[in-house]
């Protein structure tokens, strides 16, 4: 609510399309500037990060506070008849390497 005036007002409408629509899995909600996911009967709920600030999620002072963690945006591909979402940082890190198990993660028995 500190960031957007709507601030998910008749949500109760929303879970109540879950209730009409049985084969209803995902909804995505964005943008939010946060990650945040919950479970309402069959359909995973959530909401999508940002492109630019993020907004901490776990906050006992209700002022409005952002961060600077590193944007991002969630990205689904279908698999066969499975549906498969993963959050993408916008950030740019060095890589990628290929993986080799020797170097990338030593054991010390072989």
Do not use: K
Request: aromatic share 10%; charged share 15%; net charge negative.
């Amino acid at each position: 609510a500190q960031m957007d005036p709507i601030a998910c007002e008749n949500g109760h409408r929303l879970l109540a399309l879950v209730e009409r629509f049985p084969s209803l899995t995902r909804i995505f909600c964005g943008h939010n500037h946060s990650l945040t996911m919950t479970q309402y009967r069959q359909a995973l709920i959530s909401t999508i990060p940002g492109t630019v600030h993020q907004v901490p999620y776990c906050h006992e002072d209700t002022r409005p506070y952002y961060d600077l963690s590193p944007a991002s945006c969630l990205m689904h591909r279908q698999v066969g008849e499975q549906w498969v979402s993963y959050q993408h940082s916008l950030a740019h890190y060095a890589g990628p390497w290929l993986y080799d198990e020797n170097i990338s993660c030593p054991t010390e028995e072989r």
